[in-house]
């Protein structure tokens, strides 16, 4: 400990150097001697330790066996006595005159002067190190040791590593990190509480010492001689029960000991206990274990999740869940952890009250994956339900509205696709059957995430550009297709939001349902939607470019100041790999309000270009000449010259051979706007 003795002793000299492993067995004369140890314990002497730093301290640490994991392990491991004068509310008793009831933290300055007055303290100086404090209130916690009944858990090690194997997580990187280093560390479960609430411990003790665990209220009744059927298994009723204590030869009276069970033995019994198996439900138990998934905090892997699979594995020798979700915490928008303590909470019944349930659980759905850390704030919530939930509320509207104007109803059967040809319609069922495919893959993998992003484009589709786009169709023309595809992308519609939003994906499918004697009374007893086989990758590919191409329209638009409800006679469009329909094209046209389309290959097809020569290098070059083929270079044709330098690298004019370095290509544009992908045009 040499570093430890210069900084306690700088200008100290040393009397003798020991290892210490050459002072283990030392005894010692202990600081303080209120507390005598039982008479056999060989206390006062010096065992060796590999948690003692001289980082911070002498490198030699007296022992609170009763106050820290480290120090119970190793008064344990070397028979040293466990003394402990201080109580539940982290006060020191009465074994203590001059301390009791005083809480151990306020004492410390009292200690540290009683040892001064003793001559006993060598130096006193603060650090900063981290202390727990309840969470609550603040104040400091300590270790506190008490006696517990134990499940043997540690022993049960690789059965429970194995079972969790079979174990799929989500996030996946919980499954051997958080948990399975967990499961690696497992020890025994201190499984019994000093409280009163809870259930009761079922282990009941004579006077001898003599314990029997009862197994059912049958057994029970039995050793008490009478039926207990109706017992309430709780304290205090089941604590009056008292029965012969069963042991041959003893003839005392067993009572129940007054320790309950950890709550979370309650939670890990849940898949039994729920059905009351083994003493009920023998035949429908193996239908509903083990659970398809759960889903709870990140916290919970050392809470619920292990205890639902220690339980169960030890009693059933099986996992309880296929497949977990490990959810993140709630957190205020500026990422700190939700807490009344904090007052940085949100209302739930606030947000109930202004935008719904359901707008809350589609913001939790989709404003990312579940088990990341979610900022929940208001202005978030209102965003998330004005992109999505509003646009298909407006969808449904117009329908409802439009539908009623026109006496309109269904005769297709209740789920299926009409018979369409437009090629809107063809398109929006053709993305809706996509919708249909990426939603039940997405959940199918605990996606929900990639589930709503799915709903939110299809419906940004519908409404952005498949209503837009077919307005006069049910303005002008009460066109009955326009009205089925409509009516059959909202029924598929509440199927699908049906588990995110059930209040209002049941709101829409009654509207829509109205006078169907073949609908559902709800969306929730109908089936999931299957898709159709209706995708067509060749039109959603076209009209995925038809839609860049609108934004890059109205764009060009904007920056020429030339409003939309400006006729324009033509736009050259430059989309490379895509070949519009005509009848894709025509929806552009229409959306950009021009009169014809030219599509070009190539923005050279845009531009028109002059050559002027570079004077800096040709002069040099080709001194008084320069001027004659500076003139020359003018008058030539601009878009030859530019491909063949494109081409070649080299021009021959005047019978000089000019290269690309010596002239200066400048591009104009000879149409109102173009539009493209490809270099901001």
């Not at 002497?45 to 820290?68: E, K, W």
């Not at 895509?578 to 070009?600: K, P, W």
Request: net charge negative; aromatic share 10%; with cysteine.
């Amino acid at each position: 400990a040499e570093a430890a003795r210069k900084r306690l002793y700088p200008e100290g000299s040393v009397v003798a150097a020991f290892t210490g492993t050459d002072l283990e067995g030392t005894h010692y004369a202990r600081p303080f001697d209120d507390l005598q140890p039982a008479d056999d314990a060989d206390g006062w002497r010096v065992v060796t330790g590999d948690f003692v730093s001289t980082d911070d301290g002498s490198g030699i640490v007296h022992l609170a066996p009763a106050f820290g994991a480290d120090d119970a392990r190793v008064a344990i491991e070397h028979g040293l006595p466990i003394l402990n004068p201080v109580d539940a509310k982290a006060e020191f008793t009465d074994q203590l005159p001059r301390y009791a009831g005083r809480f151990v933290k306020d004492t410390d300055r009292d200690i540290i002067d009683e040892l001064a007055a003793a001559g006993l303290l060598i130096s006193e100086f603060p650090y900063t190190h981290s202390y727990p404090h309840c969470w609550r209130c603040g104040t400091p916690l300590i270790y506190w040791a008490s006696t517990s009944w134990f499940a043997r858990t540690e022993s049960r090690r690789d059965d429970l590593v194995a079972q969790n194997e079979t174990v799929t997580w989500y996030p996946d990187h919980i499954k051997h990190g958080r948990f399975g280093r967990w499961l690696e560390g497992n020890v025994d479960w201190a499984l019994s509480r000093d409280r009163y609430w809870g259930t009761p411990l079922p282990i009941w003790r004579c006077t001898e010492g003599h314990d029997t665990c009862i197994g059912s209220v049958a057994e029970l009744s039995g050793l008490v001689g009478r039926d207990l059927s109706d017992l309430d298994l709780h304290r205090p009723a089941v604590d009056d029960v008292t029965f012969g204590c069963p042991e041959s030869g003893c003839d005392a009276r067993a009572t129940r000991i007054e320790p309950v069970l950890d709550a979370w033995f309650d939670s890990g019994s849940m898949p039994t206990a729920q059905q009351h198996f083994p003493f009920a439900a023998p035949a429908e138990f193996p239908d509903a274990y083990p659970a398809d998934f759960i889903c709870e905090a990140i916290d919970q892997t050392r809470g619920w999740f292990y205890s639902l699979l220690a339980v169960n594995t030890m009693a059933l020798g099986a996992a309880p869940y296929r497949n977990v979700v490990c959810l993140g915490h709630i957190v205020d928008a500026d990422g700190q952890k939700m807490s009344k303590s904090r007052g940085n909470i949100i209302d739930p019944y606030e947000i109930f009250d202004s935008v719904g349930a359901d707008a809350l659980r589609w913001y939790f759905f989709s404003a990312g994956q579940p088990w990341s850390p979610r900022r929940v704030f208001t202005d978030g919530i209102n965003e998330s339900t004005r992109r999505t939930l509003l646009t298909l509320w407006n969808c449904v509207s117009f329908f409802t509205t439009y539908a009623h104007l026109d006496d309109w109803s269904s005769t297709s059967a209740l789920g299926t696709a009409p018979p369409v040809t437009h090629v809107l319609d063809r398109w929006i069922l053709s993305e809706l059957d996509r919708c249909i495919g990426e939603v039940t893959d997405a959940l199918g993998g605990f996606d929900a995430l990639a589930a709503t992003e799915s709903l939110t484009r299809f419906v940004d589709d519908l409404s952005n550009w498949y209503l837009r786009r077919s307005r006069p169709r049910f303005w002008n023309d009460s066109d009955d297709a326009a009205y089925a595809t409509l009516h059959h992308a909202l029924l598929r519609c509440a199927q699908l939001f049906a588990p995110f939003c059930p209040h209002l994906a049941d709101e829409i499918w009654l509207r829509c349902t109205v006078g169907m004697t073949d609908a559902d009374d709800s969306v929730h007893l109908t089936d999931w939607p299957t898709t159709s086989g209706r995708f067509d990758a060749h039109i959603s590919e076209q009209m995925a470019a038809a839609k860049r191409l609108v934004a890059l329209g109205r764009a060009a638009r904007s920056d020429a100041a030339a409003k939309v409800r400006q006729p324009l006679r033509r736009a050259l469009l430059l989309h490379p790999g895509v070949d519009l329909d005509a009848e894709v094209a025509s929806e552009i046209a229409s959306e950009l309000n021009v009169h014809d389309l030219e599509q070009v290959d190539t923005v050279s097809d845009l531009l028109s270009w002059t050559v002027v020569a570079n004077f800096a290098k040709l002069g040099p070059r080709l001194g008084k000449r320069v001027n004659e083929i500076a003139a020359a270079l003018r008058a030539a044709d601009g878009d030859a010259i530019h491909d063949e330098l494109e081409r070649s690298g080299q021009i021959e004019m005047g019978g000089e051979t000019i290269t690309t370095d010596e002239v200066e290509l400048r591009a104009t544009r000879h149409e109102s706007f173009a539009l493209t992908e490809d270099n901001g045009w």
